[in-house]
């Protein structure tokens, strides 16, 4: 859901999160575990109080979901504690399910942190799978794979997705149309169709005519996020074993990448820093791979003199980026009504609200049928019809193999290796040594 905002990678986490870089709080949020009982917050009428702990602007309080959830039944009162950035509440969460105590009734994770929790974590949450209202076939079959735990850890599904990130190709028609490209977001979708080897030829097309100095992607690190996030095992395979150094999904998306660096295609900025962020307003590139809660962004630091200069075609092949779950601990005061409430906040119906009003694209994939979702429209990017094109993109997404420490690789992948290549000159070969050397000194801790 989304932001999950942030200054460099570990901030993303909050900007995919949430789908909006506005945070909530700084610091510690109260522990839930420390509010007065129910009963006295609530004059003695006797409700339950179910606590929800989230990381950021998670979106559900935002869009009113809890609001409508207690005009429902009245005998429930819902309280949420945010903490601003998810590295400082993920590391909290784990410690309370370690000791039992502490914890919300309803706990947020972040996608990153998903297969930790359920590979180490699952016996200690709530099988969802099993909720009153929870219908599987209603999911995309790979979010609702990287929620159940393996049949060696039991099988029980104990997250329940709220959003994704579902990616597009967001370009510039003004800068496509001075270099000689197709600026329609069919034709251009065409120019690349499943192949991102074809991404990489538009660009040098565009360069071709556009000139040096007219950058055609925002960094190389975003293109290779993208190209990793398309496969169906990156990082780790089936049986857990860290596998990126031997997949050859990882070097050759690492390579392409590259390419888009040693070719002069690349504006070599660095995702979520201010120069990026001018970099939209500036027309510093013409591209950028955008997952469905950057639209957002893109308006807001593009700004009113960028709307219908913006717009976003299907990406080479589906990829995601982003996107969060539901838990339910067992420790939890209200585990039964507590399995209840997440089942309804993460029902299609509702998916489909928080996508209209915070733009978080849902992950039950029976929510596409719903108005709010396939009529859905950008009028910022030319009334693109954001539903339809996020919609096919996350249908195609693989189930990918997500591993615990995904977020450590993919981070230093992007900001030791790649960085390096895209800012500094040096050769994918350098990147990529110093990148492996970075990660496995980092696995070893």
Same mark, same amino acid.
């Given at each position: 859901m989304r932001a999950q905002a942030r200054v460099r990678r570990n901030l993303v986490t909050v900007v995919t999160a949430v789908g909006a870089a506005a945070l909530l709080l700084a610091g510690c949020a109260q522990d839930p575990a420390e509010k007065p009982d129910a009963g006295a917050q609530d004059g003695g009428k006797g409700k339950t109080t179910l606590t929800v702990g989230v990381f950021g602007a998670f979106g559900l309080k935002e869009a009113g979901l809890y609001d409508e959830y207690m005009a429902q039944n009245p005998g429930i009162r819902i309280e949420q504690t945010s903490i601003e950035r998810n590295e400082n509440y993920y590391p909290q969460l784990l410690t309370h399910l370690g000791t039992g105590?502490?914890?919300?009734?309803?706990?947020?994770?972040?996608?990153?942190?998903? =297969?930790?929790?359920?590979?180490?974590? =699952?016996?200690?949450?709530?099988?969802?799978g099993k909720a009153p209202g929870v219908d599987k076939?209603?999911?995309?079959?790979? +979010?609702?794979?990287?929620?159940?735990?393996?049949?060696? +850890?039991?099988?029980?599904?104990?997250?329940?997705g709220t959003d994704i990130g579902p990616q597009g190709i967001c370009y510039r028609k003004d800068l496509f149309e001075a270099a000689g490209l197709p600026s329609d977001r069919a034709a251009v979708g065409a120019l690349w169709a499943g192949d991102w080897n074809k991404y990489l030829e538009a660009g040098r097309a565009y360069k071709a005519k556009a000139g040096d100095g007219k950058a055609f992607v925002d960094s190389a690190s975003g293109v290779m996020a993208a190209v990793t996030g398309s496969s169906a095992q990156r990082f780790y395979d089936?049986?857990?074993?860290v596998v990126y150094k031997t997949n050859p999904a990882v070097r050759g998306a690492f390579d392409l990448a590259a390419s888009f660096a040693t070719d002069g295609l690349s504006? +070599?900025?660095?995702?979520?820093?201010?120069?990026?962020?001018?970099?939209?307003?500036?027309?510093?590139?013409?591209?950028?791979?955008?997952? @469905?809660?950057m639209l957002g962004y893109i308006q807001d630091k593009?700004?009113?003199?960028?709307?219908?200069?913006?717009?976003?075609?299907? =990406?080479?092949k589906p990829s995601n980026w982003g996107g969060s779950f539901l838990v339910v601990p067992k420790a939890g005061k209200h585990a039964e009504e507590a399995a209840k409430l997440a089942a309804w906040l993460t029902a299609p119906a509702q998916?489909?609200?928080?996508?209209?009003?915070?733009?978080?694209?849902?992950?039950?994939?029976?929510?596409? +049928?719903?108005? @709010?979702?396939?009529? @859905?429209?950008? @009028?910022?990017?030319?009334?693109?019809?954001?539903?339809?094109?996020?919609?096919?993109?996350?249908?195609?997404?693989?189930?990918?193999?997500?591993?615990?420490?995904?977020l450590v690789i993919a981070q230093n992948l992007a900001d030791i290796g790649m960085l390096q290549v895209d800012q500094k000159g040096r050769s994918p070969q350098e990147g990529w040594e110093a990148a492996v050397k970075a990660i496995d000194n980092a696995l070893d801790q």
């Open positions: 105590s502490g914890l919300a009734d309803i706990q947020a994770v972040e996608v990153n942190n998903i =297969a930790e929790i359920t590979a180490t974590q =699952a016996d200690k949450l709530v099988d969802l076939a209603a999911y995309l079959p790979w +979010k609702w794979a990287q929620g159940t735990a393996s049949a060696a +850890k039991g099988g029980a599904t104990v997250g329940l089936e049986q857990g074993k504006a +070599k900025l660095q995702q979520f820093t201010p120069g990026w962020d001018q970099g939209f307003a500036n027309g510093s590139f013409a591209t950028v791979s955008c997952p @469905a809660w593009a700004g009113p003199a960028g709307k219908d200069k913006w717009d976003v075609a299907q =990406a080479p998916q489909a609200k928080l996508f209209e009003k915070r733009g978080s694209f849902p992950s039950a994939s029976a929510a596409y +049928k719903l108005p @709010a979702v396939s009529g @859905a429209q950008h @009028a910022y990017f030319g009334g693109a019809p954001i539903g339809e094109i996020f919609a096919k993109a996350a249908e195609g997404v693989p189930v990918t193999v997500v591993g615990p420490k995904d």
